[in-house]
């Protein structure tokens, strides 16, 4: 060692696994499933389902010194996690951007209030539509990735579809309970289950107890 500095010497047969980065939605099934959430191109994604996976992933951002904001029109399921100091719940369509560094946008409003959908550079924005149709799956496909929640039987051939995935890989999401969710790339579907700390959770079932959360889609 020299000057603070340590030299590693491999065989050329070595390998070395790179470690796990990102923001840790829950367990999958090949283990934890981080998501790579801030990149300098911008991350979209959108989540079909209940508010659930978004407010997990705001309470692990914002512990790790992430700004987070909520654009919101039902602000009481969000106020529990206000107790994180980089938390904010927005209520204009005016949202500022905090000086460098990675940001989480949550959009919670109906769809009829939202505007252009502008990503920013080293920006996550989760576009949450807890109430959502067929012709949604059209938007859903653009985004980087999609987190939906338990999809109605005869929705489950046009999810496949859309995001050129074998049916019979997309059939559990019919029956996935309340703390499972699909997580879909085009051509890839993973299956994950939120993971909460106790903590985390107490701060969840504050936030559940705060309000409705409508989830199913409209037929």
């Known amino acids: 060692m020299r000057r603070g500095v340590v030299g590693l010497h491999f065989d050329e047969r070595s390998t070395v696994t790179a470690p796990v980065s990102g923001v840790q939605l829950g367990v999958g099934q090949s283990g934890p499933m981080s998501l790579r959430l801030f ?9 079909a389902a209940t508010v659930l996976p978004a407010q997990l992933i705001a309470i692990r951002a914002a512990a790790a010194g992430t700004p987070v904001q909520v654009l919101t ?7 529990p996690l206000l107790r994180h100091d980089s938390v904010h719940v927005v209520a204009s369509r005016e949202v ?7 940001t989480l946008l949550i959009d919670d409003r109906p769809a009829e209030a939202r505007g252009p959908a502008e990503v920013r550079p ?3 924005r989760i576009d949450v539509r807890t109430r959502w149709t067929a012709a949604d799956l059209s938007v859903f496909v653009h985004a ?17 579809r859309s995001f050129g995935i074998p049916m019979r890989s997309t059939q559990p999401l019919a029956r996935l309970d309340a703390s499972s969710f699909g997580v879909l790339r ?15 959770g107490h701060v969840l079932e504050s936030a559940r107890g705060a309000g409705p959360v409508p989830a199913a889609p409209r037929r």
């Open 39 to 47: 990149r300098v191109s911008g991350t979209r994604v959108a989540l």
């Open 73 to 79: 029109a039902r602000p009481l399921i969000w106020q």
């Open 96 to 102: 500022s951007q905090p000086p460098g560094g990675p």
């Open 122 to 124: 080293w920006q996550c």
């Open 144 to 160: 980087d990735l999609t987190v939906f929640g338990a999809v109605p039987a005869d929705v489950i051939g046009l999810v496949a």
């Open 186 to 200: 085009r051509g890839r579907i993973e299956y994950v289950s939120l993971n909460p700390t106790s903590a985390e």
